[in-house]
């Protein structure tokens, strides 16, 4: 029962969580898109009263006249829309999200003891140490002289990242570090918006409502941490999806894919933004490409040669299912924390086995991340007898 309530708190979590994110990115996009496509006003009027730029657009059924103030209007209007709950609520429900999937059941999703054997409290200090470590590491970069120049602040923090990489996926589950290193990305985002962007527009608003010039430092180190969320957008997205694809993130080397997908994603995004301005780079689009590719050959599965050829029946493979995946992969699993067969996919009778015979074969030998955590103690022979098996035909006798 609390297994099933579980799975209903997680199913509204993750709904939350995508439709807020989807309003935050969603005006982010909108914004830069906006911002980079503004042409100069074309009534004299406009100009004289501080319009910098405008644009028209047609969207359901109606058209729209934006304008952008140099500055800000003479007077400012009643109402002033703010943009900054999307991104507090994507923080909020997907650190929730964070807490119940992997540290509740950390030693199921977070822990793999093969790469570290952490205690269940361990793994979560570091993973929550990791998010406060990073954001404290980023605030102070930025802050610092060094974040006055923008080139050498950035390789600077893609060397950071590149450590942050490296380093989760040597104390959790390759989807334990895949996730806290979006994490990671995703409580920058939400704090450049809470620590900077929001207060700097807060200091905006006053100075005009009392007359002063505003502090164009503001706007200098705000347009800088947009400038960051906007290249983070798309590696963060990725490794929040990437959980499901346990070959990529189980492989050996997965941080370096990790790596070579966040640096596909930036350029990518540098790309569309370059569109928008008119003037895009085919070779910033083609390097991202490459790095996908790259990071698609990295961790594709090679089959190693078969080292014996020892005869395996059917009979072997079902006792070490039985053992190993059948409390979780069953109809009714036995391991508490599940309510119902993980992706429904179940191992109870002899058909069942078969007709997923390449997909036991790809969790539990070409990439060893099933059992989940190894928490049912599966040996290397028995995933060499399950190797054996299927490269003879994964026969059913
Ligand atoms: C502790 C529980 C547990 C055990 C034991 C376990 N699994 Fe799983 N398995 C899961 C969960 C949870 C998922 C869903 C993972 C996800 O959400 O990506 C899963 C998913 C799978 C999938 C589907 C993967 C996909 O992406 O379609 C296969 C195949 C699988 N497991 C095979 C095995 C095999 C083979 C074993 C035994 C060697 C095993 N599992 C043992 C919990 C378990």
Redesign the pocket.
Known sequence: MEAYLLDWVSLLLRWTHVIVAMAWIGASFYFIWLDNSLQPPVRVEDAARGVGGELWAIHGGGIYHAQKYRLAPEVMPATLHWFKWEAYWTWMSGFSLLTLLYYVNAE?YLIDPSVMALSKWQAIGIGVGALLAGITIYEGLCRSPLGRHETALAGVLGVMLIMAAWGLAHVFSGRGAFIHFGALLATIMAGNVANVIIPGQRALVRAIEEGRAPDPANAIRAKQRSVHNTYFTLPAIFTMIS??Y?GLHGNRLAWIALVLIVVAGALIRVWFVQRHKGSASSVVLAVGLLALAAAAFLVAPHVAPQQNSRQVSFLQVQQV?VQ??V???ADKPA?SG?AAA??G?MFETREQIIR?AA??YR??VSTRV????N??A?TDDERALIDAWFRAGAKGE
């Open positions: 199921t959980g499901h346990a299912i190993r995946c409390s979780c992969h391991q599940f993980p992706k996919v997923h997909d036991i969790q539990s099933m059992p989940l955590g928490l049912t599966m």
